[in-house]
């Protein structure tokens, strides 16, 4: 069966793409996106007008689309216009939508060790430990390599974390005791946690039905997803009154105020602060008449 002849605009999209450099899942999802436009749109995508766009936002808000969808189709239409289509003046009728700042689910220390302890097997433990142990993203999890483990310098190599960049993970004793353990079992060549296809790496949706299947082994009633560890890392390290510039440092944040999050369900630091109510006290009992 032959494969579906890309359309020359489709084409100039994915090249405009590929000379950016973006990576595979942007490309995937800006032609997705721009796929569901042209859908809505009912004809060629370039031959769209400004009230075009606004009646696609306004479907998209009345469907139950969230921030994050809605956003993502603002940034696929806004390169496919403004790049592609040399058409900028299109983009300004694009308009991003704010996403509403939830507090991150946080497992306790006791939840963490239930988890770990319910992981389907040694890679899974492995895989989950490196996860909150060095606050890693899922994606960074699977990427690791045998190689990336400096077993020297304590550290773990993170090639190409989100927004294409290298870093330095730490790496804990007991981590380190962990993947020697799935080391000394598997003994992995390239991957250190292999999938089905011992030369491909674990899909992030396997290590995902992972954290879904230990969680309800371990009995955890929380929501808890594969970042829930890393935001449980983060929380722990902030509780024990490590700085927060170096915490922003282990997770690879961009910005300080992402990782600041954390103060907010960092429940030893809120509970440490005393109320300025608490700070009246003396002063309202020292103003008492005489009984």
Do not use: C
């Amino acid at each position: 069966m032959s494969e579906k002849p890309i359309s020359p605009l489709r084409r100039r999209m994915i090249e405009d793409m590929t000379v950016r450099n973006f990576v595979e899942k942007t490309h995937n999802d800006y032609i997705r996106h721009v796929r569901t436009f042209t859908t809505f749109l009912g004809r060629a995508p370039d031959t769209a007008a400004p009230e075009d766009l606004r009646l696609f936002q306004l479907h998209q808000t009345q469907t139950g689309v969230g921030a994050s969808g809605i956003n993502g189709s603002v940034a696929a239409l806004r390169f496919f216009f403004t790049v592609t289509l040399d058409r900028p003046e299109m983009a300004r009728h694009l308009t991003f939508v704010r996403k509403p700042r939830r507090i991150p689910v946080i497992l306790s220390l006791e939840e963490i060790a239930r988890l770990l302890e319910a992981a389907p097997g040694p890679k899974y433990k492995a895989a989950l430990s490196a996860a909150y142990g060095a606050g890693l993203r899922v994606s960074e999890v699977v990427a690791l390599k045998v190689s990336d483990i400096d077993s020297e310098r304590m550290l773990l190599r993170i090639e190409q974390g989100k927004g294409r960049k290298d870093r330095f993970a730490m790496l804990s004793p007991l981590l380190l005791e962990l993947l020697r353990d799935w080391y000394r079992i598997a003994r992995p060549a390239v991957w250190l946690f292999p999938g089905r296809d011992p030369l491909l790496p674990l899909t992030t949706r396997q290590f995902n039905r992972a954290v879904h299947a230990a969680a309800d082994r371990a009995a955890i009633k929380k929501r808890v997803t594969p970042h829930t560890l890393r935001h449980s890392f983060a929380t722990h390290l902030l509780e024990e009154k490590t700085d927060v510039r170096l915490i922003q440092v282990l997770l690879g944040h961009a910005r300080l105020d992402t990782t600041a999050l954390y103060a907010q369900v960092a429940t030893n630091v809120i509970r440490a602060v005393m109320s300025p109510l608490d700070r009246l006290t003396p002063l309202t009992s020292e103003k008492k008449p005489p009984s």
